[in-house]
Structures are given as structure tokens and as C-alpha cells.
């Protein structure tokens, strides 16, 4: 949410990498927001071991699941296991970008009050849905699910964490297994939730493609929302999601400087700036926003000392970079712990008792790097080619997968294909199989099942 420009003070000197322990303890008490309802489960279990808090339980879930260590394996900027002279060996991946944004949740969320635990589970869980190849995958996958309800990486999550990653089952009155995937608490399915409704049922544009839930996860999806302002995010998934923009903004911008894709001379040429606002506005800002205010956000960068002017791969230049980056984020969770903090005080907020309040001049700043980003690594033209090549092999994946169902899917996804009541239900099948492959499974598979043809 937009909110005051005005200069942090107060509690946000402290930095977003402390808080008041005489308010908030790790693994102390929950206080009244995190109630019974807040740390209940869809499905009722009991603690295997005493001591510990529900949300921390829910982290511990989530980091030891199979779908966060898959994450290594898809997409960020570049695709994982691959190199080209320009890059290391070792470019962001999914879940370096996920670990990324839970350590600065973590720290953002507790300064403010926030059970931290909650918070890092909800970062590490944010992109938990996303299929291989990252939002380019979305495209094509929403595609192929257009007869099943289309395709969305949050809703995919949220599917995800509720009934496709294996770790806790009810039963039907016969008697036979249904999973409830990691059981997490509400507090924590609810924070990590960013569009809270369904597709087509965004509260002010009705043709966003952006939304939270599948029709047929809706019924888990009203447990999880019960007694929640309709449409509203919660105050812990508005950090969530905030730390995601801090992340991957400032980390696709030093990958790009890293990489030697970005000339940080060019970002005073005044043709290269104009490109720049144009990726910018309608994607990363509003479509009113004046060219000059980015501008100014980008000057007002530029101007710090600790700004990036160059970049030579020494060891010098890298630390420096290193700083730039920390200063980066630093400078952006500050602002909103400010200006948060300036709006409602200096008590403990969670849940619903507040809003994330980010000023209008961080969000531009944090949107020109996202713009520069892509104007000079995704906009290159061999990365238009490869998500070509991407969105035809996901394509073809499922043409093939789909002409040999239940054979060509694995065992979890074909018992669940032969229990399907319809072709609808059997095509999200489908789309969740692909949705849980890595780039390179997918390659492989591909390359599998093509070649019986």
C-alpha cells in the first residue's frame, strides 16, 4: 500500500534487522492476535514434541519439504545448469531467491511485531507453486489449464501446501486417504497467500491475471480466510510480499551488474532512460506514473555513495557490490518499517490490525531496478529465444503426457488421474505433474516422451 513520504524516525533507527525483545520473544508466546483460530489446522493434530510453537512447526514444514528443494532446480533469472561467458556458476535460483526473501521477512516482519517464524515460512513457501521455467512457465502452463481453470504459481501454492505435497492425510467416512499436504496452520497458509481470491474475482480489475486459489481448492481456501476482511491481505503476507519485490529487484539487479549485462554508464544516457521508463510503466508501476518520478527515484540512487557507478569482477569491485546490496535492501525495509511505524505506532501489528505502509518514492526506486533488470537481461535477445523454445516444450509436454495418461505421469499424479471424476479434474492433474518439475526434469521427460512418437 502507498502511504507517506515522510523521513523514517523512531522505532525504524533500530534498522530492519533488530527489534524490542521486551514485545517479542522467538519462541515465546504467542500474544492475542496468534489465537487459537490463528495456530489452528484443517486438520487437528497433536505436537510431536513440546516447546516448540506452531509456527515454528510450520517453517520446520516447509523447509524440509520436497517442493522447496525442487525450487533449486527452476528458474529465477537464468535457467539452473546452464552457463554462458557472461554468467558463474552458480546464477539465483528459485530457492536461492526464496531463502533470500525469508531472511529479509524474518527481520522486516519481527521490527514490526510479527511472529518471525510466521513470516520466514510464508517467504519460503511464496513460490513453493511455481513451475519450471518461472513466470515464463506460467504463460505456457496457464495455456494448456485453460479448460481446467487456468494457471497462477500463487495458486498453484496454495494447492500445493493444502493437498499435493505429502505429509499429512484425513480419511473419508469409507475410510480411504485424503491429503491435507503440510497441514499448516491458518495463520500461515493465510500469510503466505498474496491474491486472496479466485480467478476473475480480483476487487478491482476483473481482467488481472492474478488471483490466489482454484475453483476446486475453495473450500480449503474459506477455512482459511474465515473471519478475514474480504479481498484484504493479511499484515504478514503484505511483509511477505514486500520482501519479495526487496529481493528480487536488488538481486537481479547485482546479477545483472555481475554478469556484465548491465553498464552502469548507461543509466545516465538519456535514450537508455527513456527504454527504461517504457519497461516500467503498466509493469512494474502504474500506468499514470509520471516518467519523471522515476527518474528521480533512479537519480536519488545514483546520488548515494555506496552506488555501483562500475563494475570490473575484482575483488574490490565485488564487495563493493556486496554493499550496494546491502544498502539496497536496508534503505527499502526501512523505509516501510518508517512509515509503518509512523502510521500506527510503535505497539505490535499483525494480522488484520494493520498495513503494510511502503512510500510511493521505495516503490519507484524498487520498480526502476526491476526495470533495469529486465531491459538488460530479460529483454536480451537469446533470452527471448530460449522462453520461445520454453513455452513450446511445456506445450508439447502436456499434448504428450495427455495422450498417455495415467502411464506417463508419476505414481502420486496417475492414482490421483484414476480417481478423477472428469476430464476437468483430470486436466488440473496433468498441469499439477508438470507444475512439480524442475527445468531439467521437464527437459528429460520431454525429451522421453517425444521420442516414442
Known sequence: MEGTTSTPTGPATRGPHSYDKSTYSEGGD???????????????????????????????????SAALRRLAGKTQVVTPG?????WDASPRTRLTHSLECAQVGRELGAALGCDPDLVEAACLAHDLGHPPFGHNGEVALNEVAEGCGGFEGNAQSLRLLTRIEPKRF?????????SVGLNLTRAALDAATKYPWPRGGHPTDPTSVKFGVYEDDLPVFAWVREGAPEHRKCFEAQVMDWSDDVAYSVHDFEDGLHAGHIDPALLRDGAERAEIWRVAVGRYVSDDTDPEELAAALDRLIAQEWWPHQYDGSAVAQARLKDATSQLIGRFCLAAEGATRSAYGTGRLTRYAAELVVPRAARNECAVLKAVAHRYVMQRAEQKTLRADQRILLAELAEAITSRAPDSLDPQFRALFLAAPDDRARGRVIVDQIASLTDASARTLHAQLTARR
Open 82 to 86: 546452464t552457463r554462458n561467458e557472461a
Open 170 to 178: 484425513t480419511h473419508t467416512a469409507a475410510g480411504d486417504p485424503v
Open 30 to 64: 504467542h500474544h492475542d492476535a496468534y489465537d487459537e483460530a490463528a495456530t489452528a489446522r484443517f486438520a487437528p493434530e497433536p505436537d510431536k514434541r513440546l516447546g516448540r510453537t506452531a509456527f515454528q512447526r510450520d517453517r520446520a514444514r516447509v523447509l524440509h
